[in-house]
């Protein structure tokens, strides 16, 4: 088992900037692959980005391209989203989520953990 937390979710303003943590405890975190979903009011779960085991290599959906950074340290357990240039469509709540597959990462189904999300609210 692999139990996630993730912290930093607030209300900003369009352009601002906020850090998303997600804390891993239980089972070795760099035996997974970390993703960061969300899903917006009405809307299905969508990936937003996803890092490799030591993370050498990073994915991200095209919307948040250039303005999002995921990244992790192993020695922390832990895996960051970096928000910049946030705006109201980035509005929702994001989750953190962990794997052992080694293809698929941008399916939520892939997935086997996940943490209980973090509100982003992006006011206009």
């Known amino acids: 088992q692999v139990q996630l937390v993730e912290s930093g979710g607030g209300l900003v303003q369009a352009g601002d900037s906020l850090r998303l943590s997600c804390a891993a405890s239980?089972?070795?975190?760099?035996?997974?692959?970390m993703g960061w979903f969300r899903r917006a009011p009405g809307k299905e779960r969508e990936f937003v980005a996803t890092i490799t085991w030591s993370g050498r290599s990073t994915y991200y959906t095209d919307s948040v391209m250039g303005r999002f950074t995921i990244s992790r340290d192993n020695t922390k357990n832990t895996v960051y989203l970096q928000m910049n240039s946030l705006k109201p469509e980035d509005t929702a709540v994001y989750f953190c989520a962990a794997t052992d597959s080694t293809t698929g990462w941008r399916y939520h189904y892939e997935y086997d953990y996940w943490g209980q999300g973090t509100q982003v609210t992006v006011s206009s």
């Open positions: 239980g089972r070795t975190f760099s035996n997974y692959v």
